[in-house]
């Protein structure tokens, strides 16, 4: 079998406004078991750059361990990556994104990886309103170790091995909405209608962006008992809303389907429009996300769509003052502007 992905494509394929193909955002061949979500989801996120248009030379991946954590390499060759170690991807990003802020940021984590060894990495991500899309690969296992239940499995959850897991589940995108992170979603990755605008969304939202994206493990978590099977979320699966990702003077052209609709403008003019199917829930309200939230799960629901979005956000450089020039350019004189500008400096502080 070979893994060689051929460098040639049909010459009448559409390119985007930048002229790119689709196929120029694709990566290798992947190796993840046959049916993974998490292909899915590299699928969606390639979708996504190309239909927003964005240079891939513009974006920065990155990953810590596990099966999702591999997943950059089989999307956007052409862009910058950094594999990290176990949990630390949130602080190779904040080193990264505070050097450059000019680039698009996209972490890729899974539930490991996030919810047990990175747990501290994460929280303070979004306490401090990193401009990155994060995104948890969450399939409730460890696979790369034979199928051990993660963080996040449910209470009761049976394993391929069958036996009931004891512990809660650590609930991200609650977490999350409690830490005050300025977008949170959820979405299943055999969902791409839903996955490739919130996407696309994220990427553009000026702050911490988390998806949080039910993946099935086909080899170790698809099983009957499983609450992260593909039956299982297809069964109990419910949406906050119809959700659309409108780009800057591009043409509006959706339809949406009869009922409340929403729509929130981003600081450089791109859009989010909602048909809200969910009752008392407003995407910007904190408080009805949360409430809907502990609704769904006490009726054994799994929620997905925007839940929440700040388009007041404000990132981390605007909230320290960061000079809008990236760090990486600064030439010597505006590091260091002399004797008298430094006395003047000190002056302030006496």
């Known amino acids: ?39 899915s989801i590299s699928g969606a996120i390639v979708q996504a ?10 974006l920065a991946k990155l990953s810590g361990i596990g099966c999702s954590s591999k997943t950059p390499t089989y999307f956007l ?36 990886d996030t919810a047990s060894i990175g747990m501290g990495q994460f929280v303070h ?17 460890y696979g790369l ?28 995108v609650g977490m999350a909405l409690e830490l005050n992170a300025t977008f949170v979603g959820r979405s299943f990755s055999g969902d791409k209608t839903q996955l490739v605008p919130m996407i696309k969304a994220a990427m553009s939202h000026p702050g911490f962006a988390f998806l949080d994206v039910i993946s099935p493990c086909v080899t170790f ?9 593909y039956s299982h979320v297809r069964a109990h699966i419910e949406s906050t809303s119809a959700l659309d990702f409108v780009p800057h003077q591009e043409e509006i052209t959706v339809d949406y389907p009869k009922g409340d609709s929403a729509e929130v403008e981003l ?9 809200k199917l969910a009752p008392d829930w407003n995407p910007t309200d904190r408080y009805s996300a949360i409430k809907r939230l502990h609704e769904s799960k006490a ?52």
Do not use: W
């Open 221 to 229: 978590n698809n099983n009957v008992g499983s609450t992260k099977s």
């Open 49 to 58: 750059c190309y239909e927003i248009s964005l240079e891939p030379h513009r």
């Open 299 to 350: 009726k054994g629901q799994i929620l997905t769509g925007l839940l929440y979005i700040d388009p007041e956000s404000q990132d981390l450089h605007n909230k320290m003052g960061i000079t809008e020039k990236p760090l990486n350019k600064l030439v010597q004189n505006e590091l260091c502007p002399g004797n008298d500008k430094l006395a003047e400096i000190n002056q302030t502080f006496r």
């Open 1 to 39: 079998m070979s893994y060689i992905k051929p460098k040639f494509y049909h010459p009448s394929l559409k390119e985007n406004k930048v002229g790119y193909v689709k196929a120029d955002y694709e990566g290798v061949i992947s190796t993840l078991c046959a049916g993974c979500g998490h292909d």
């Open 145 to 172: 170790t034979k199928g051990q239940d993660s963080a996040t499995a449910d209470f009761g959850s049976i394993s391929k091995a069958g036996s009931d897991n004891p512990y809660q589940g650590i609930d991200l």
């Open 77 to 112: 060759s052409n862009s910058h990556g950094f594999n990290s170690v176990h949990g630390r991807m949130p602080s190779i990003t904040t080193g990264a994104n505070m050097a450059n802020r000019d680039l698009i940021y996209l972490g890729v984590s899974g539930d490991g």
């Open 125 to 141: 991500a979004i306490r401090r309103n990193l401009n990155m899309t994060y995104i948890v690969m969450n399939n409730g296992c």
């Open 267 to 275: 600081f450089d003019g791109s859009k989010i429009h909602l048909s």
